[in-house]
T-cell receptor, first 114, second 114 residues
């Protein structure tokens, strides 16, 4: 069964600290992996997209890694800011269907305290 | 910020009422999607469209219906709202297949049925 599991479910850190969010998936055949940021009451906004051949990609203070062999990804946030408080969603797409099905994780709820 | 809009942003309505959630995008995207998201849970695809006059049901069974008469417009209708329809509804669009192209999300409509 194709699934995307994220950990931790929630995380609280102090402003200025770093953190790492984890994503494990069983989606096959794999097409790409995306990380989205979703502010409360808003739609998700894309942070990074990685294909099979990419093992790291950065977007400002956000750095995503991908290990396609172990089917794991991480999102590292450097020097956190209050505005980083949001849900971070890992999304994996497959190559097997015409639509290109997206599988969503439940997200990690990050809270940054001053 | 993506050019995809949803109205209303919040809606509280009584059981049995007919409602239409509006979604429009100005990017000229052929592919459009409706997702349902409950708090702390993953997004579930309920409808999608490949283009004008094309509509398909998604992975999660839904009593709602959609139409695609114009490229930019993808409304979702509930003929008779029930408390079980209480949820957040997110509209999205992409230039091409979901697996290969960025999906842009609207801000969502939070529906409460009393």
């Amino acid at each position: 069964k194709n699934q995307v599991e994220q950990s931790p479910q929630s995380l609280i850190i102090l402003e200025g600290k770093n953190c790492t969010l984890q994503c494990n998936y069983t989606v096959s055949p794999f097409s790409n992996l995306r990380w989205y940021k979703q502010d409360t009451g808003r739609g998700p906004v894309s942070l990074t997209i990685m294909t099979f051949s990419e093992n790291t990609k950065s977007n400002g203070r956000y750095t995503a890694t991908l290990d396609a062999d172990t089917k794991q990804s991480s999102l590292h946030i450097t020097a956190s800011q209050l505005s980083d408080s949001a849900s971070y969603i890992c999304v994996v797409s497959d190559r097997g269907s015409t639509l290109g099905r997206l599988y969503f994780g439940r997200g990690t709820q990050l809270t940054v305290w001053p | 910020e993506a050019d995809i809009y949803q109205t209303p942003r919040y809606l509280v309505i009584g059981t049995g009422k007919k409602i239409t959630l509006e979604c429009s995008q100005t990017m000229g995207h052929d592919k459009m999607y409706w997702y349902q998201q409950d708090p702390g849970m993953e997004l579930h695809l309920i409808h999608y469209s490949y283009g004008v006059n094309s509509t398909e049901k998604g992975d999660l069974s839904s009593e709602s219906t959609v139409s695609r008469i114009r490229t930019e417009h993808f409304p979702l209708t509930l003929e008779s709202a029930r408390p079980s329809h209480t949820s957040q509804y997110l509209c999205a669009s992409s230039e091409g297949q979901a697996r290969s192209y960025e999906q842009y999300f609207g801000p969502g409509t939070r529906l409460t049925v009393t």
